[in-house]
Structures are given as structure tokens and as C-alpha cells.
């Protein structure tokens, strides 16, 4: 590993030093920095980011298109043509390459600047001292010196060395490649800088235990696993959206080689000029490939991504928007979705039900005193129960970690020092020895434990959460561990009532009828979940426990997982399990999940789902983040998924039939015609100005049936209806040819003009067909779609009688040729609908003609 400079003399190494010279090698003080000085050295050391690339990205993009294999093949071609006495060629094709790129640049800049800002709102931010003071500071402005205090679901925010910790333990099996958390310790005199030091942590790790305070001593670049870090989050997988595109652009690929091929074989045949075969050739490349595609799918999903954050929904990979819409089952605890998460106290008891003043009394000081995360629970501990009287001192903690599933802390209060444990019932009576009843111990026998489970159960057929409060006197020691949470006397029960939100079982109908099925994971025991759920409408007929779950091997979950909407006591790795098992059924699975070990849940999903006050760890495993959990944000986000998905479908189906048909007409026109069918530069500006018009195809119009059920990438689908479809352009065209050769008796000149005026008007037009699934007639498309369009084919045919003509090739037709144009395309998209119908009769669905669905700019 190489060494990371910090902010003293090259000698010193903060992670090597003394606890007593490292605030002095760091220019740091046990209050932390200062705001002044923190300032000062942001502007030294940058911003604490591993990549700072922030305009050069958008250098990279504009390489990028200028970079393009096609791009830099036409560009060749005008610089040949120029140089062989062609400077008219050259200069058209040089000016519609630029605009091209300028165009495609324009609207993709605005589109990532627009999910930029919407990331922003989700920036991460790390507890940092400053002047004394704890504070919440945006990630990026960390430097060296600070003091940051970490708690489990923490993102380590930076390479830091440890001062103080309590039971920590580290997830950093991204860097070491050990599955297991780590466990770290401050030390005194430490040994070793990797990853494996016991008293370091490093950016790109995360806190899965236990709490800490460190000290930072680099950050950004600096860090000695940034690089690894950065690579790890820049990335995700694929989505199922863009494994569709790469198979899209295969199949392309494949198409636009064998017609190349085809066209160059048969001018060496004929023994036509080179470079003019060569040039054909390219052109009918160009014509073929949809160039703009990435273009039209990063502006539709970015105006997707700029409508659902409307709605409070943040998407942070824009490919994460489709399978949004995609989505066909969502798992989600019961907390926030169903419920209110507006926790409140209910009853305090003894273990026998009666009320008990005790039982509150220790679980304000389990609470007020702990120092993990504050769940909703603690807070509605806090808000009901009263301080109790005298002086209250903490000794210790025994942090909260989810095999144990309960939270312990040691005070001394008169004199006494009493460990005081709250968890889940089963947890903590399991370390029980004896119950607490109007101030006298009893023995916890079989008996008494019956009437105590009872109590327990009893709360949960009404819907209420309860925990259990324990306590024990302890001696004095120096440490405390989960071992000393035995022989404890169970002092009751804090049972919580968190309502059923206003609305949500509509919410669920509404999911329910556009294809979304919502399943509940729950750590909630059975009569809880089983309570809340009848309440909403889930099925409840068949409630899974996370102990039968464990009984069934991966082939048996799936079949159960499939049919089960309700789980209850499940543990997140459980969770894990229901997610792989209903993906190897097909599913496209979204989870919702906003906890320190949901993560590999939301890695595991098709689409991960946290929310803005979800942990560190679940909100930078996401995908998408709600403002809150509300189902009816979420329903809006999969709808635009589904507007997304649809427009970009018309795109491709554009591009693989239309385009399809007319380039094939040129390549077959190649091989009988004693001349080119068109153009090299004609070809080009036919494909800049049918590409022009379906720019806005992001803004259009949906129709509501394509938004009532869940869309998936049929590859088959798209390949049969550019061979269903794209023949009949070929028909159309041939026809054409007839019509200019024998009819009209037209030249080379009037043939290359009218072709191009038949063909532009054919594929653009058609597109008002191909954009619905149902009748065209009923479907209305976007104004902007409409004005794009009609402005295509009013430029094709007014071009031909402008000054540009000659430079163009372009000659006057007879008013005859326009009866003809007329005819075709009436007939040509009369006959595209009828074909279409067998193609598409499924997607479009039975019932009444769809309602279009608007898509605000």
C-alpha cells in the first residue's frame, strides 16, 4: 500500500503514532477543528471524494460522441471527399455530423445536469466535531483532523484512526474480501496499516456493530483504498433495461454488417467506382444504426427521473427507472408502508399485564442512556416516560446487534449498578431466571412463563409491538459483555400502537391492479403482522415465520415465496433468501428496506428502494429513494417507469422496422439499378431529418393500456417486427422505383429526389402508427411529437425547390409524383396498422380504447 500524504511532514504517520502526539501530528484538538480552519483546509486538500471529475465528465461525453466509430467514419469520408474535388459532400457531411453530436451533446447534458441536482438531495453526510460541537456535515467536506463518530449502519465517510470504540465491528469484505465483520479496537501503540489493522477504518467500509469516535486523517484521493472504493460504487450491475439495449444494439450491429457487406461485394461485382461504393456503403450504415439512441434513452429517462422526484422520489441510476416500471412484486416490512411510523407508547406492564410504573422507569434509562442508533421505539420511550429521580451515571454498553436482538447499558443510580436489558420478548426472556410482580421476585417456571407469553400474545392480536424490559444488579468491572446478560429478572412489557396509514389499502388495490404485488417481510411477530395486514386487505390466510422458512430448501421457498404474501419474525438474511427465490421464478423484484443489514437485500433486488431517513449503508445500496415510505409516491414512480419504457420502445421500433425496410430497398436498389439509389449525402441528411423528428419522442404521449401491467424486454419480439414490419417499407419502396423508372420515366437526378421524398415521408409518418398499440386514430401524440414530425416531411419536400437543391442532387418532380406520394402513404400506413395489430394485439389488451396517459415536460 502505498503512503498517503497528510497534512504534517512526510515522517509522521497518523495511523502508526500515539494516541498522545496524534492530535499534534494532525494539528487537531479533542474539540475538533475549527470552522475556520476546517474551510482552510478543504481548499488544501479538496473535497473528500474519490472522483472529482465534475466538469471533465461532461469533456468525456463530448470525446465520447466525437469518438463514435460511425462519427469518426464520416468524418473520414468528408475528409476523402474533400480531398478527391467533392467539397459540397464534404461540407454536408461535416455539417450534419456536428450537428448531430452537437444536438445528441445538448439534451444528454441537460439531462444528467437535471439527475444531478436530484442526487444532491441524497447527499451522505457523517457526525463531525467542529468548535466543540457534534454536528451532521455533508460527507464531501471532511478533512483531515476531524473528529467523526460512527454508530452501526454507518458509512465509514473517510480513512480515519480510532480513539474510542465500543464493541465495533466493520463490514469490509469489499476490501479484504472476508465475508465476516471485522472487529476493531482503539490501541495505544498500533502495529500495521492495511486493511486489517485493528485500529484503522477505511472509506468504502461500513459499520455493521457497536459505536465509535475516530480521528481522520485523510481523505478524497488520498485514501488508501479510495481507488478500490470508487470502482466499487461507480458501477452497479446491469440492469434488465440496459442487458435489453446491449442486446438491441447486438442485433443491429449484426443487421448493419451483412447489408454492408452485401452492398461493397456487389460494387466490386459491377465494378462501380470505389470510393463511391465505399461511401454508399457507410451511409447505409449510418441510415441503419439508430445514432441516436442514447441520446433519446438518457433524455427519456432523465425526464422520467425529473417527474417522480415530484412525487419525492430520488432515482439515482437513471437505467434503475425502467425496471421500476418493470417491477412485478415489492417486499416491504409493515413499518412506514403500512403503518404510520408514528410510534407511540401504548402500555407499560408487568410481565403479568398490570400496569407497572417500573417497567417505564427502566426502559426511559435503557433508552436515554444508549448511544447506538435511536429507533422510533426509543423516541416514544423518551417522549412518554418521565426522568426518573436522583443522580443516574452510565458505566457501560452492551450495544444492539441482530443475533442478540436486544440492547443493554449499565448505570448506577443510588448507589446501585444495575445492567438493564430491552429487546424482543423471546430474546431477552431467554435471559430471564425470575419476574418482578408488585415489587417482589418469582421464580420464571413453566407456569409463569405460559401467563407471560400469553401477556405477549395478547398485545400482538391487537397490533401492538412489544418489548421486554430486564433487569439485574451487577458488580463493578471494568467491561461488560453480552455474557453478563444472564440470570436476569424480567421486569415487563413496553407495548407500542403505531396506526394503519389513512388510504394505504387502496394504495395496495391500486399496485394490485396494475400488476405489482406487495409482499410483507416482518420482524414483527406473527400476531402483530397477522393484525395490521387484515387491516389493509393483504392476504392473511397463510402466514410464513422465518423458523418454517428455515425448514425449506431454495426450490420449495420459491413455490412458497410465489404464493405467500405475509411473513412474519424473518431476519434479514431470510429476507436475502425470499428475494433470490422469487427472482429464479421470473419476478422482477423491487425491495423496500431502510436497515443496516438490508443492504444485501437491495444489492439482491431488481430494483433496490430506501427511503431519505434510511441508514447510510441501505440508502447507498439503493436505487431509488423516497422521500418517504408512501405508497402512493411509489405507485407514481412505477407508472413513469412504464412511460419511460414505452417511449423508449417506440424508438427501437422505429429504428428496426422502418429504417430497416428502407435501408434493405437500397441495398437490393444497389445491386439492379446502373446507378446508386441514392446519394451518400442524401442518405445522410434523409437519416439527420428523420432522426430530428423523433426527438421528442421522450415528451410523447402513453396510452394508458401500456401502463397497466409490467413491461419486459422481448430482443423476440423487436427482431419480428423489424421483419414483419420493415418489409412492407421495402414493398412501398419498390413500388416507388416502379412508379419514377416506368411511369415517369424519371433520371437518375429525379429518381434520387423522389425516393427521398417518398422514403422521409413514409418513416416518419409511420411513426404515428407505431407509437401505439391501439388505434392510431384514438391515441392522440404529443403536440411536440406532432410538430416534429410534420416539420420532417415539410422540410423533405420543400427542400427539393430551395437554392440548396443543386448542391444536394435534388431536381423538381412533376406534380404527377405527388398523387402517387399521396396514395402510397395512405396506403402504406393503412397497411403498417393491420400488420401492427398482429404484433402488438397483446400489448395493446382487451377493453375500451385507451386513454392517453400525459407526460409533462
Known sequence: MSETPHPTEPAADPRLASLESLFELLNSTSNGLADAESRRRLSTYGPNETRTDGRTRYIRTLLGLLGDPLVLMLLAAAVISGTLGDPVGATIILVMVLLSVALNFALSYRSQRASERLRAEIAPTASVCRDGTWREVPRRELVPGDLIRLAAGDRIPADARLLETRDLHVQQSALTGESLPAQKLACERPQGTDADAQHLVFLGTSVVAGTATAIVFATGRDTAFGDVAARLSERPPPTEFERGLAGFARLIMRTVFALVLVVVLAGIVLHRPMLQTLLFALALAVGLTPEFMPMITTVTLARGAVRMARHRVVVKHLAAIEDFGSMTVLLSDKTGTLTRSETNVAAMTDPLGAPSGHTGFLARLNSAFQSGIHSPLDEAILKRCALPPGAVRKIDEIPFDFERRRLGVVIEHDGEILLIAKGAPESVLA??????????????????????????????????????????????????????????????????????????????????????????????????????????????????????????????????????????????????????????????????????????????????????????????????????????????????????????????????????????????????????????????????????????????????????APRRWSIGLIRRFMLGVGPISSLYDFLTFYALLVWLHASPAEFHTGWFVESLATQTLVLFVIRTAGNPLRSRPSNGLIASVVAAVVVGLVIPATPLAADLGFVPLPPAFFVFLLAATATYLVLVELVKRRFMGGVAGAGPAPVPAKSPA
Open 431 to 708: 435471559q430471564c431466571t425470575q419476574y418482578e410482580k408488585d415489587g417482589a421476585l418469582h421464580p420464571l417456571d413453566t407456569g409463569a412463563s405460559a401467563a407471560i407469553k400469553r401477556t405477549c400474545d395478547a398485545f400482538g392480536r391487537q397490533g401492538q409491538r412489544a418489548l421486554a424490559i430486564a433487569w439485574r444488579k451487577v458488580e463493578r468491572q471494568p467491561r461488560y459483555t453480552a455474557a453478563d446478560e444472564a440470570g436476569m429478572v424480567l421486569a415487563g412489557f413496553v407495548a407500542f400502537a403505531d396506526p394503519v396509514l389513512p388510504g394505504v389499502a387502496d394504495s395496495l388495490a391500486t399496485l394490485a391492479r396494475d400488476g405489482v404485488t406487495v409482499k410483507i417481510l416482518s420482524g414483527d411477530n406473527e400476531l402483530v403482522v397477522r393484525h395490521v395486514c387484515e387491516e389493509v386487505g393483504l392476504d392473511t390466510r397463510e402466514v410464513f415465520t422465518g423458523a418454517q422458512l428455515d425448514a425449506l430448501d431454495q426450490d420449495a421457498l420459491s413455490a412458497m415465496a410465489a404464493r405467500v404474501s405475509v411473513f412474519a419474525r424473518v431476519s434479514p438474511a431470510q429476507k436475502h433468501r425470499i428475494v433470490l427465490a422469487l427472482k429464479s421464478r421470473g419476478a422482477v423484484v423491487g425491495f423496500l428496506g431502510d436497515g443496516i443489514n438490508d443492504a444485501p437485500s437491495l444489492h439482491a433486488a431488481d430494483v433496490g428502494i430506501s427511503v431519505m431517513n434510511a441508514v447510510d449503508v441501505a440508502r447507498d445500496a439503493a436505487d431509488i429513494v423516497l422521500g418517504e415510505r408512501d405508497l402512493g409516491a411509489l405507485h407514481a414512480g412505477v407508472i413513469e417507469g412504464r412511460i419511460a419504457f414505452a417511449n423508449v420502445t417506440k424508438y427501437l421500433l422505429m429504428g428496426t422496422s422502418s429504417n430497416f425496410g428502407n435501408m434493405l430497398s437500397m441495398a437490393v436498389a444497389a445491386l439492379v439499378l446502373p446507378f446508386l439509389p441514392m446519394l451518400p449525402t442524401q442518405i445522410l441528411l434523409n437519416n439527420f431529418l428523420y432522426d430530428l423528428a423523433q426527438i421528442t419522442i421522450p415528451g410523447d404521449n402513453v396510452d394508458a393500456s401500456q401502463l397497466a
